[in-house]
């Protein structure tokens, strides 16, 4: 069954980093673009980074310099290192893998910066 399966959320203070993971399964992992969305509450779903299948990497300009994406293609997964995290950064964060006509996603792994 094709799936993404997203975890690392979790409750952290401002300043401090978690590493979201996002493992896929039963695609050709390694010929997926893959993203991270994000989702807070009241507004739109926003894209987070984005990492082709040949390294290419795109990120939101609020996040540039504090988050990076990267990909593990022998392990079919795709992770999302966050750092120097702020409250504005607490959303629903979703894994996002598209080629051609295929558009998977995830169900989400909540992050809440607070202290």
Avoid at 8 to 33: E, H, K, M, W
Avoid at 71 to 99: F, H, I, W
Wanted: charged share 20%.
């Amino acid at each position: 069954q094709v799936q993404l399966v997203e975890s690392g959320g979790g409750l952290v203070q401002p300043g401090g980093s978690l590493r979201l993971s996002c493992a896929a399964s039963d695609i050709i992992f390694s010929s997926y673009t893959m993203h991270w969305y994000r989702q807070a509450p009241g507004k739109q779903r926003e894209l987070v980074e984005r990492i082709t299948a040949g390294g290419s990497t795109l990120y939101l300009d609020s996040v540039k310099g504090r988050f990076t994406i990267s990909r593990d293609n022998s392990k079919n997964t795709v992770y999302l290192q966050m750092n120097s995290l702020k409250p504005e950064d607490t959303a629903g964060y979703y894994c996002n893998g598209r080629l051609g006509a295929f558009d998977l996603w995830g169900k989400g792994t909540q992050v809440t910066v607070s202290s």
